[in-house]
């Protein structure tokens, strides 16, 4: 078939519109023979070979000029003068690309003239039909499809899938084949196509319903067992895909896959002792098995059992295609214990697969956090040359990289480059709100943390950032207070929000109350922005003893902190008592 028309198929199938590039001179004059060859048998059963091979000359070289709809015109007339199918076929997936149903429609019936039960014709014809929600003609084929072919019926829907979804046709599929599926009550591939579609309208109830009807017909299908497993773990009901993956894997005990979805259920679900067992049961044939191990070894650093971890993983290491991954958790490992140099050590061993990229920034960080900031500089320059592909993340860790150095309008102007790429990623949305309020553009900040908020109104991290800015930077106090009000609510635990709620208090005059929240903060974190904020409060009280010596205990530790010499500039050097 011409290198063409597979192009074609290709990009219609992803809806794309671009254009194939052009052919070698090697690959048309490879094209040319092979037109000969189709070329030459239609000679044989046409009369009129010499117009024939005229068209499909043109054809070829309308191909290789990109003048698609000529050359479609071309493959259309010559179909209509020989019998070979073929040749219809390549006008079929031309009109196709071309998006042109008019002229695909009439090349499908000039191929199924010619071979009326040629499948590959039948599945055009049907997506055509759905396409252009011609229901009578999409339950015709649907029915020769079945009929002609009922062991391929449910494959060659799913192959349509992805384009229903993309056309909007996914109801209309489903409400001509639950017409069909009342035509012919004994054919599960037909209900459990319409679960699936049912899945895909949002429908959870309508799928389960489905897939149950076709576990009626055929009690230990393993595909519809599967996704009765997946349906309700969509319900959230762990307990019943549990018991439906169970029965699956007890059926196909060698489906690698099918144990992996067991098992992150019973991960999901916190039946640990029960996922190890599997994976011990495997490992017991196969001591070396990388799932098995890797899987517990996940569970082990789930449980905190961490130098157990260490162990399962150090076993993946002679293992080159588990070296990568057991390396960077070895070093997530060391990070738990706080050995950060050790933690770098084990990344720098990750230099290929899926982890690489993640150790590399991991590593960045952890060298920011010690202020190494040479060495930061050095290795996000190696970045952007390893991980081209990467440019957005690797921009976005810059600019971190120049927030920790206080260059923040530079950091500012990175941050945007990536929005300019990526308006609505939440994550560097909230990176250039923090900056933003470095270089006092409070609205960009508001901005960026209320486009957040549209989109997921609970963000906990936006309602806390924007209620303490407002806080600390406006007297737009009431304004605040709602976004902080429901912050704690959603996270009433966590430290950053008590202090953002207790700092509230004193604003508006509540000192007493601020100190309770201010307390039970710097409690749970004792962090130096909360130790400035808890010591000017104690300060205001009058309590100025317990203040310095909240203040003191911090600067020994963080001498050059920014809250701190902030607070030591206004209540210190002046000597006030």
């Known amino acids: 078939m011409n290198k063409w028309i597979h192009i074609a198929i290709l990009f219609c199938l992803a809806g794309c519109a671009a254009t ?3 052919t070698s001179k090697t690959e048309t004059e490879t094209e040319l023979e092979s037109e000969a060859v189709l070329t030459s048998e239609a000679n044989r059963s046409s009369a009129i070979d010499e117009e024939v091979l005229y068209l499909l000359m043109a054809a070829e070289l309308a191909m290789q ?11 259309l007339q010559a179909a209509k003068r020989v019998d070979d199918p073929r040749v219809a076929e390549k ?3 031309l009109g196709l690309y071309l998006k042109d149903e008019k002229r695909t429609k009439e ?3 000039v191929w199924l003239s010619k071979d009326s039960k040629n499948l590959g014709a039948r599945k055009f014809a049907t997506l055509l039909a759905i396409k252009s929600a011609d229901r009578e003609a999409t339950l015709e084929n649907l029915r020769i499809m079945l009929t002609e072919d009922p062991a391929g019926f449910e494959s060659g829907l799913m192959e349509m899938l992805k384009l229903l979804e ?3 046709r996914i109801q209309f599929t489903y409400d001509v084949l639950d017409e069909l599926g009342k035509e012919r009550p004994d054919q599960v591939s037909v209900f459990f196509i319409e679960a699936i579609l049912a899945s895909m309208m949002g429908n959870n109830d309508l799928a389960q319903e489905k897939v149950n009807h076709v576990l009626l017909l055929q009690p230990d299908w393993n595909k519809a067992i599967i996704l009765q497993a997946q349906l309700a773990v969509r319900a959230g009901d762990l307990p019943k895909a549990r018991k439906f993956l169970e029965k699956a894997v007890k059926q196909a005990p060698d489906d690698v896959q099918l144990r992996k979805m067991l098992l992150e259920v019973l991960v999901s679900s916190g039946s640990f002792e029960d996922a190890i067992r599997i994976c011990q049961n495997v490992l017991e044939d196969k001591p070396d098995d990388g799932d098995s191990l890797f899987t517990i070894a996940l569970i082990q650093i789930q449980l905190n059992q961490l130098d157990k971890a260490e162990t399962t993983l150090e076993r993946l290491l002679g293992n080159p295609e588990w070296a990568g991954q057991a390396s960077f958790y070895l070093g997530r490992l060391e990070l738990e214990r706080h050995h950060p140099e050790k933690a770098i050590a084990w990344f720098d061993k990750v230099e290929e697969g899926n982890y690489a990229f993640e150790a590399d920034l991991t590593s960045i960080s952890i060298l920011m956090n010690l202020k190494r900031m040479k060495d930061v500089e050095v290795r996000i320059g190696r970045l952007e040359s390893k991980y ?4 957005n993340r690797i921009l976005v860790m810059k600019a971190e990289y120049l927030n920790q150095i206080k260059r923040y309008q530079d950091a500012f102007d990175l941050l945007t480059l990536v929005l300019n790429d990526e308006p609505d990623n939440r994550d560097v949305l909230y990176a250039r709100a923090l900056v933003a309020e470095r270089i006092n553009k409070l609205d960009v900040l508001e901005s960026d943390l209320r486009k957040i908020l549209q989109k997921k109104p609970d963000d906990v991290g936006a309602l806390n950032a924007l209620g303490y800015t407002l806080t600390d930077k406006t007297n737009r106090y009431d304004e605040a207070e709602t976004y902080l009000d429901q912050a704690i609510k959603l996270q009433p635990e966590e430290a950053v929000i008590i202090d953002s709620y207790g700092w509230l208090q004193f604003k508006k005059g509540k000192p007493e109350l601020a100190l309770e929240y201010l307390r039970k903060a710097f409690a749970k974190a004792p962090e130096n922005e909360i130790a400035s904020h808890v010591a ?4 205001s009280l009058g309590n100025i003893k317990e203040a310095k010596e909240i203040f003191e ?3 020994k530790k963080s001498p050059e902190d920014e809250y701190l010499l902030e607070f030591k500039k206004r209540f210190l050097s002046s000597d006030k008592k």
């Open 65 to 75: 000029r990109n003048q698609y709809y000529l050359a479609q015109d071309a493959y």
């Open 107 to 109: 090349a499908l019936d």
């Open 91 to 93: 006008a079929v997936k």
């Open 166 to 168: 993309k056309e909007g």
């Open 536 to 539: 000017e409060v104690l300060w």
């Open 553 to 555: 205990n911090a600067f």
């Open 388 to 391: 081209p592909d990467q440019k």
């Open 20 to 22: 194939p590039e052009k």
